[in-house]
C-alpha cells in the first residue's frame, strides 16, 4: 500500500463531504437566520480546505530525498499540520468574535422541519467522518489525518448543539444562538491548540513512545551475544522515517569481525520492523573477573542511594590502567546531578583508592 497516495484519497472524500455539508448547512443559515448554522458552515468549509493543504503537503513530503535535503522532505506533513491549526483557529477567534456579537445583539432566527432535519443529517456525517479520519490515520501513522479526526468528531457534537438549539426554538421560540455561537467557538479553538501542540512538538522534538523504544531495545537484547541495550535516541523526518542511535554491551572479547557481523545483520531488521535507521555504538562488558565485579557491585550500591538515578549502565573496568566509567542517568527534574556524581566517586575512591573514575552524566532520553 502506498501510504501517502491513500492519504490523498482520504483527504479528497473528506474535502467531498465537507462542501457538501458546507452548502447545505450555509442555505439553512441563511434561510433560518441562524448565527450557529452559518458559523457551522464555515466550520465545515475550513475543514475541507485543511484537507487541500493536507494533499499538498503529502505530495511534497513525499518526495525523494536530494542533496540539499538528504533526510528526505518527511518533516513537511508537521509544518502543514501547523498551517491547519492556524486556519482552525483563526476560524475559531472569527466566530467567537461573531457570536459575540449576535448575544449583545441578537437577531430573529426561524428554523423549519426541513432545517432540523439536515442539521441532524449533518451530525451523522460528520460522526462518521470523524470516525473514518481516526482510524485510517491510525492505519497511515498520520497526524494530519489523526487531528482531522478529532475535529470533525468534534464538529459532530458542534452541530449537536445547532440541532439542539434548532429544536428548542421550534417548540419555544428561544433565541439560543448567541450562547451556542460561543460555545462552538470555544470547541473550534480547542481543536487549533490540540493540533498545534503536537506538531509543534514533533516539530521540537518529543520523546519516544514507550511502546517503540521497548519494543526496539527488546528486539535488540534478542540477538545472540547482547546483554542489553541502553542511549537509544530517534530523530523523526515524517511520521515513517526516524533515524538514530544506540548502544549495545557486549562480551569485550567479541572481535571486530564478528561485531561487524552482527551489526549488518541488525541494522536492516530494526529498519524492517519499526522503521528507525540505527548507528550502533558498542559498550564492551568485563566483569568476568572477580575484581571487575566486586567494583561493579560497589557501584551499584552507591547509585542506589539516590532515587533519583534512574539508571546505571556502560560500566568497564579497566585493571590494568586502574581505571573505571560509567553512566548515570538522572531524572530530568534533579538539578544537582553534578554534585551527585562528584559524591559517588567520592564514596569509591575510598572502596578502591587505585583506581580512577569517571561518570557520564547521560540523558533520560527514553524508556
Given at each position: 500500500?502506498d501510504?501517502?497516495?491513500?492519504?490523498?484519497?482520504?483527504?479528497?472524500?473528506?474535502?467531498a463531504?465537507n462542501?457538501?455539508?458546507t452548502?447545505?448547512?450555509?442555505?439553512?443559515g441563511?434561510?433560518a437566520?441562524?448565527?450557529?448554522?452559518?458559523?457551522d458552515?464555515?466550520?465545515?468549509?475550513?475543514?475541507?480546505?485543511?484537507?487541500?493543504?493536507?494533499?499538498?503537503?503529502?505530495k511534497?513530503?513525499?518526495?525523494?530525498a536530494?542533496?540539499?535535503?538528504?533526510?528526505?522532505?518527511?518533516?513537511?506533513?508537521?509544518?502543514?499540520s501547523?498551517?491547519v491549526?492556524?486556519i482552525?483557529l483563526?476560524?475559531?477567534?472569527?466566530?467567537?468574535?461573531e457570536?459575540?456579537?449576535?448575544?449583545?445583539k441578537?437577531?430573529?432566527?426561524k428554523?423549519s422541519?426541513?432545517?432540523?432535519?439536515?442539521?441532524?443529517?449533518a451530525?451523522?456525517?460528520?460522526?462518521?467522518?470523524g470516525?473514518?479520519f481516526?482510524?485510517?490515520?491510525?492505519?497511515?501513522?498520520?497526524?494530519s489525518l489523526?487531528a482531522s479526526g478529532?475535529?470533525?468528531?468534534?464538529?459532530?457534537?458542534?452541530?449537536?448543539?445547532?440541532?439542539?438549539?434548532?429544536?428548542?426554538?421550534?417548540?419555544?421560540?428561544?433565541?439560543?444562538?448567541?450562547?451556542l455561537g460561543?460555545?462552538?467557538?470555544?470547541?473550534?479553538?480547542?481543536?487549533?491548540?490540540?493540533?498545534?501542540?503536537?506538531?509543534?512538538?514533533?516539530?521540537?522534538?518529543?520523546?519516544?513512545?514507550?511502546?517503540?523504544?521497548?519494543?526496539?531495545?527488546?528486539?535488540l537484547?534478542?540477538?545472540?551475544?547482547?546483554?542489553g541495550?541502553?542511549?537509544?535516541?530517534?530523530h523523526?523526518?515524517?511520521?515513517?522515517?526516524?533515524i538514530?542511535?544506540?548502544?549495545?554491551?557486549?562480551d569485550?572479547?567479541?572481535?571486530?569481525?564478528?561485531l561487524?557481523?552482527?551489526?549488518?545483520?541488525?541494522?536492516p531488521?530494526?529498519?524492517?520492523?519499526?522503521?528507525?535507521?540505527l548507528?550502533?555504538?558498542?559498550y564492551?562488558?568485563?566483569?568476568?573477573?572477580?575484581?571487575?565485579?566486586?567494583?561493579?557491585?560497589?557501584?551499584?550500591?552507591?547509585?542506589?542511594?539516590?532515587p533519583?538515578?534512574?539508571?546505571?549502565?556502560?560500566?568497564?573496568?579497566?585493571?590494568?590502567?586502574k581505571?573505571?566509567?560509567?553512566?548515570?542517568i538522572?531524572?530530568?527534574r534533579?538539578?544537582e546531578?553534578?554534585?551527585?556524581a562528584?559524591?559517588?566517586?567520592n564514596?569509591?575512591?575510598?572502596?578502591?583508592?587505585?583506581?580512577?573514575?569517571y561518570?557520564n552524566?547521560?540523558?533520560?532520553?527514553?524508556?
Amino acid at each position: 500500500m502506498d501510504r501517502s497516495k491513500e492519504i490523498i484519497k482520504v483527504s479528497y472524500k473528506g474535502i467531498a463531504v465537507n462542501v457538501m455539508l458546507t452548502v447545505f448547512k450555509a442555505i439553512v443559515g441563511f434561510t433560518a437566520h441562524s448565527t450557529s448554522v452559518l458559523l457551522d458552515a464555515v466550520n465545515n468549509l475550513s475543514d475541507a480546505l485543511s484537507s487541500v493543504i493536507t494533499i499538498i503537503g503529502t505530495k511534497i513530503a513525499a518526495k525523494s530525498a536530494d542533496r540539499e535535503h538528504p533526510y528526505g522532505y518527511g518533516r513537511i506533513e508537521y509544518i502543514t499540520s501547523s498551517v491547519v491549526a492556524v486556519i482552525v483557529l483563526s476560524a475559531g477567534a472569527a466566530s467567537l468574535k461573531e457570536s459575540v456579537t449576535r448575544l449583545i445583539k441578537p437577531a430573529a432566527v426561524k428554523y423549519s422541519a426541513v432545517s432540523v432535519i439536515i442539521i441532524a443529517a449533518a451530525v451523522a456525517a460528520k460522526f462518521f467522518l470523524g470516525r473514518y479520519f481516526t482510524k485510517k490515520g491510525k492505519e497511515l501513522n498520520s497526524s494530519s489525518l489523526k487531528a482531522s479526526g478529532a475535529d470533525a468528531s468534534g464538529d459532530a457534537f458542534i452541530s449537536l448543539a445547532t440541532l439542539v438549539s434548532a429544536v428548542i426554538n421550534l417548540i419555544t421560540g428561544l433565541n439560543i444562538e448567541g450562547i451556542l455561537g460561543i460555545a462552538i467557538s470555544f470547541f473550534i479553538l480547542k481543536a487549533g491548540y490540540e493540533i498545534i501542540s503536537e506538531t509543534l512538538g514533533n516539530i521540537i522534538g518529543t520523546r519516544i513512545e514507550p511502546e517503540l523504544s521497548k519494543g526496539i531495545k527488546d528486539k535488540l537484547c534478542s540477538y545472540d551475544g547482547i546483554k542489553g541495550a541502553y542511549d537509544l535516541i530517534l530523530h523523526s523526518y515524517g511520521p515513517s522515517e526516524c533515524i538514530g542511535s544506540v548502544h549495545v554491551e557486549l562480551d569485550d572479547e567479541m572481535t571486530v569481525k564478528q561485531l561487524d557481523a552482527l551489526s549488518r545483520r541488525i541494522v536492516p531488521e530494526i529498519y524492517s520492523e519499526f522503521g528507525a535507521l540505527l548507528t550502533i555504538g558498542v559498550y564492551a562488558s568485563n566483569t568476568s573477573d572477580e575484581t571487575s565485579r566486586r567494583i561493579k557491585e560497589a557501584v551499584r550500591a552507591a547509585a542506589d542511594k539516590y532515587p533519583q538515578i534512574i539508571q546505571m549502565h556502560g560500566f568497564y573496568a579497566d585493571n590494568a590502567a586502574k581505571a573505571v566509567s560509567f553512566d548515570l542517568i538522572f531524572d530530568f527534574r534533579e538539578k544537582e546531578r553534578t554534585d551527585i556524581a562528584e559524591k559517588i566517586k567520592n564514596e569509591l575512591s575510598q572502596q578502591f583508592g587505585d583506581y580512577t573514575f569517571y561518570v557520564n552524566l547521560d540523558r533520560d532520553m527514553s524508556d
